[in-house]
């Protein structure tokens, strides 16, 4: 008997491990999405330059979070605010320790554990890298995204998923409209308006002068490719599979979160085509990620036709906020990030209330304001350090010029420059 039950426990170990790390190689496949996206969204000129952002935010996430960001999420916290700091990642998958923890305990590797972790913290710093696109320094951001990926994410990450203040609270969020894209977004902005707008972007007369993208049918890729990889994103976050009820639910998460999606992909475009005339493509693939990430709070409650609605208005509000963000307030956000990851985020923490019945919206505004405050002030603080040392914004020149030649010294479509 203890045979047979051992033996039905490494089978689970075995499937839930290797689930946990396909589902994060979904969302390690979202960086080709935000490369492909951002590439698209941006001029030629700029190209090579965020491509090289993407890569190397994603490798810095990788080695800063083994370093010290997953001890801080994960480790020995001081109390439930304050987390404890250590270094190196000193995981083991001891089977000794995988047997004891007893019947319904999930079991699944550790390093499985960190690697469907560390593509979250490399997700929420692409984020970042879209919106501060075709002016700042290539140095610069890397620099913060050795602070973000190490520390600021880490820290509230903690609070929520770590077992902190934030859990304790009761504060619901699923899979990170708010740990991760919120976060993401919120460390966008405080760069934004310290960065300020591209030149020529708005006129003296407070007109607003649109900034084409170069590779629209890349950006349409990258959409699909993040859309594949939430599956990932949110699937995964089920944590097993091993089992009836888990494995009916990692699959309604997959169906709301295809639904979800495909509700904000059609609202936005609707919203569009009434305001501007015209189906906006863009505004069809904000809407996509809009109902993605409005959903990715709390993928499991809702039915299908709730996930769409709950998507939907994820993809109503984000043309909204694109609109409002440029032509209000003159944030100039190239790929429309704070309002995709930010705005709408806020949204999905909103609309857990609406189907989770252990969720109170005053716990969620708490979150809400929270990670926002953490995220924006340690950033902001960050962001003028990094400003005053060694600057953050290129020279008018090679803004020009483009940064692939000034930041990369060549160009993603030399070809274009010939004869």
Known sequence: MEQVTGDILQVKYALDTFYFLVMGAFVMWM???FSMLEAGLVRSKNTAEILTKNIVLYSIASIMYMIVGYNIMYGDAISSIIPGISFGLGLDNAAADVL????????????????????????????????????????????????????????????????GFLDAAGFLDFAGSG????????????????????????????????????????????????????????????????????ANAVAMVFVNTNMAAAGGCVAALLVARLWFGKADLTM?????????????????????????????????????????????????????????????????????????????????????????????????????????VFGIRVSEEEEYEGLDVGECGLEAYPEFNKG
């Open 179 to 246: 740990v991760v894209h919120m976060a993401g977004a919120t460390a966008a902005l405080a760069g934004v308006l310290l960065l300020g707008a591209r030149k020529g972007k708005y006129g003296k007369d407070g007109s607003v002068n649109a900034i084409v993208g170069a590779n629209l049918p890349l950006a349409t890729l990258g959409t699909f490719i993040l859309w594949m990889g939430w599956f990932g994103f949110n699937g995964g976050s089920e944590l097993i599979v091993s089992n009836i009820d888990e």
């Open 284 to 388: 069809a693939l904000n809407g996509a990620l809009a109902g993605l990430v409005s959903i990715t709070a709390e993928p499991l409650t809702p039915s299908p036709e709730m996930a769409t609605l709950i998507g939907a208005i994820g993809g109503v509000i984000v043309v909204v906020s694109i609109v409002m963000l440029d032509s209000k307030l003159k944030l100039d956000d190239p790929v429309g990030a704070i309002s995709v990851h930010g705005v709408v985020g806020i949204w999905g923490l909103l609309a857990v209330c609406l189907t989770n019945p252990d969720a109170a919206l005053s716990t969620q505004l708490f979150g809400i304001g929270v990670i926002f405050a953490w995220v924006f002030a340690a950033s902001f603080v960050v962001w003028m350090i990094i400003k005053a």
């Open 100 to 163: 004891a923890g007893g019947e319904g305990a999930p079991y699944y590797s550790n390093l499985s554990d960190f690697f469907f972790q560390v593509v979250f913290v490399a997700t929420a710093m692409s984020i970042v890298s879209g919106a501060v696109a075709e002016r700042m320094k290539l140095w610069a951001f890397f620099a913060f995204a050795i602070v973000f990926t190490g520390f600021i994410y880490p820290v509230e990450g903690m609070w929520k998923w770590g077992g």
């Open 31 to 33: 960086a080709a999405g």
